[in-house]
T-cell receptor, first 112, second 116 residues
Framework: NAGVTQTPKFQVLKTGQSMTLQCAQDMNHEYMSWYRQDPGMGLRLIHY???????DQGEVPNGYNVSRSTTEDFPLRLLSAAPSQTSVYFC???????????FGDGTRLSIL | AQTVTQSQPEMSVQEAETVTLSCTYDTSESDYYLFWYKQPPSRQMILVIRQEAYKQQNATENRFSVNFQKAAKSFSLKISDSQLGDAAMYFC?????????????FGKGTKLTVNP
């Protein structure tokens, strides 16, 4: 099993550009989520989804959009990148939020 | 607000010795789970151990064990016989499920150094 697959692993953007971070899982998990990790801040929840067609905001949702059209995929969109969004991004999935999360390998995103 | 606090930004331990990482949390729920995750320099997030709040027995996974004190809302991780491969960031996490939300809340982490 591939588990949770995140692409790309690294990306450099210019301020104002848009991009989509991809996340796919093959474990039929209902719960999927996106986190950003910044030094000294731990992992902060951006958005999450409890199933196809259902999404909700986390702790730091501003500047990010998500959608969940299928159980497998949960893309994260940056509509107009800002330097404050420079971070490492993790996607995770599980059957429920109370179950152990399976994490992707992360995406290191730099915005100049 | 539901929070998870790790009061030790950094810890160090000698190889083969024991170290305890602390975590406190704030919740009004009565039944919940608690997690410890490890993040080595490879950046992968790895589940170390899980505790179910309704179980009085502390969870144990090989050299890793927890000291769960529900009334004190404390969830510390004990690593016995520390090995060089235990060097990593350790995060405590709590799934918040109140008010219709389902959010996993992480502490800010403790960086563990293992000295040979």
């Amino acid at each position: 099993n591939a588990g949770v697959t995140q692409t790309p692993k690294f990306q450099v953007l210019k301020t104002g550009q848009s991009m989509t971070l991809q996340c796919a899982q093959d474990m039929n998990h209902e719960y999927m989520s996106w986190y950003r990790q910044d030094p000294g801040m731990g992992l902060r929840l951006i958005h999450y989804s409890v199933g196809a067609g259902i999404t909700d905001q986390g702790e730091v949702p501003n500047g990010y959009n998500v959608s969940r059209s299928t159980t497998e995929d949960f893309p994260l969109r940056l509509l107009s990148a800002a330097p404050s969004q420079t971070s490492v991004y993790f996607c995770a999935s599980s059957f429920r939020v109370g179950q152990p999360q399976h994490f992707g390998d992360g995406t290191r995103l730099s915005i100049l | 607000a539901q929070t998870v606090t790790q009061s030790q930004p950094e810890m160090s331990v000698q190889e083969a010795e024991t170290v305890t990482l602390s975590c406190t949390y704030d919740t009004s729920e009565s039944d919940y789970y608690l997690f410890w995750y490890k993040q080595p320099p490879s950046r992968q997030m790895i589940l170390v151990i899980r505790q179910e709040a309704y179980k009085q027995q502390n969870a144990t996974e090989n050299r890793f064990s927890v000291n769960f004190q529900k009334a004190a809302k404390s969830f510390s991780l004990k690593i016995s016989d520390s090995q060089l491969g235990d060097a990593a960031m350790y995060f405590c996490a709590y799934p918040l499920t109140q008010g219709g939300s389902e959010k996993l809340v992480f502490g800010k982490g403790t960086k563990l150094t293992v000295n040979p």
